[in-house]
């Protein structure tokens, strides 16, 4: 766990800089949730992790993610947002249902903020809050530095089954983590940001952490809306969040982080799942476009992002080429 709080540390501060915004910086969902239920070992998640950064790398060098971006409608990738705030939404209610009082105060205290005209401070204040909450049911550990030493877990095993994860987690990453995310950057902060850029930086990302103990990590619509909902606006919160991260690498235990208030994680992805989904609708008009966001994000949040994107995908170019329409415009 240390060696992953230092990965996101490291890394919220590098790319925030570089971007010069709140670049989002997550975990890769696909390679990690396979880890979590056990389908993949460690090594198999180390070996898919190095395989997704070096397919990210060189195709975002060879301009290939913006060549694939100039086909896709627009209202796929919108798609492909709603079908992050949904699965977020599905987790955000598990996790309120968990605690139902605590979930109904966090909501109060939301409410009054945003009553107050500081809504976007309630999600700050509800971070705070659990965190007070954690370290007094479980404690403060003593700060310890994580050694520094090459795959702590194991040497990666490039297996069968870490390379048709990879080939499910890029299909995800694509179409969210560098597409979608480009777009949300012009939607949400006014900024001009290449997809093939977000996936070489992706790319870089996962060859540097991994090695070192990291997860594979990627750019997020998820985690960009979930900045933009607590507020930054600046790469000043990657500077800061990049530095708790490292501070709370020295004292990370799984103690610590289980006595975090599930609920009050519920309420916090609610206001993140609100403000894709809000994002996904906006530009949206009627008729086709509309029919092709919801079926994107029906399909990618019931079964598959990535096999969502590629049907959106191949719907739109079909519609486009009978409709003779500008590929990647919004039509009625």
């Not at 990738?77 to 992050?84: D, F, P, T």
Request: charged share 10%; proline share 5%; hydrophobic share 60%.
């Amino acid at each position: 766990m240390p060696h992953v709080l230092v990965g996101f540390g490291l890394f919220q501060i590098v790319w925030g800089l570089h971007y010069g915004m709140p670049m989002s910086i997550e975990p890769m969902k696909a390679l990690v949730g396979l880890a979590i239920v056990g389908a993949l070992s460690y090594p198999e998640l180390a070996a898919a992790g190095l395989l997704a950064g070096i397919v990210l790398l060189v195709v975002g060098r060879f301009g290939l993610i913006g060549r694939l971006e100039r086909v896709v409608g627009e209202p796929v990738i919108r798609g492909v947002q709603l079908a992050v705030a949904l699965l977020l939404l599905e987790v955000a209610v598990d996790l309120s249902l968990a605690n139902r009082p605590v979930a109904v105060g966090a909501v109060v205290v939301v409410a009054i903020l945003a009553v107050l005209g500081r809504r976007n401070l309630g999600p700050l204040i509800l971070l705070g809050i659990g965190g007070i909450v954690a370290v007094a049911v479980a404690g403060l550990p003593e700060p310890s530095l994580p050694e520094l030493t090459a795959f702590p877990a194991g040497t990666p095993a490039f297996s069968g089954a870490a390379l048709e994860a990879t080939v499910a987690q890029l299909g995800m990453t694509i179409g969210n983590a560098a597409i979608a995310t480009a777009l949300l950057c012009g939607d949400l902060y006014g900024r001009n940001v290449s997809s093939d850029d977000l996936s070489s930086s992706m790319g870089a990302t996962c060859l540097a952490a991994v090695p070192f103990g990291g997860i594979p990590m990627c750019h997020g619509s998820g985690g960009l809306a979930g900045k933009y909902a607590f507020g930054a606006e600046t790469a000043g919160a990657n500077l800061i969040l990049g530095l708790g991260y490292l501070a709370l690498a020295l004292v990370a235990t799984g103690a610590l982080l289980a006595a975090f208030p599930a609920a009050v994680l519920g309420i916090l992805l609610f206001i993140v799942s609100f403000e894709l989904a809000r994002a996904a609708f906006t530009p949206v008009g009627r008729g086709w476009p509309l029919a092709t966001v919801l079926a994107v994000g029906l399909l990618g949040a019931l079964v598959n992002i990535g096999l969502a994107f590629v049907a959106g995908l191949l719907a739109w170019l079909v519609y486009s080429r009978v409709r003779g329409t500008e590929l990647g415009a919004f039509t009625d």
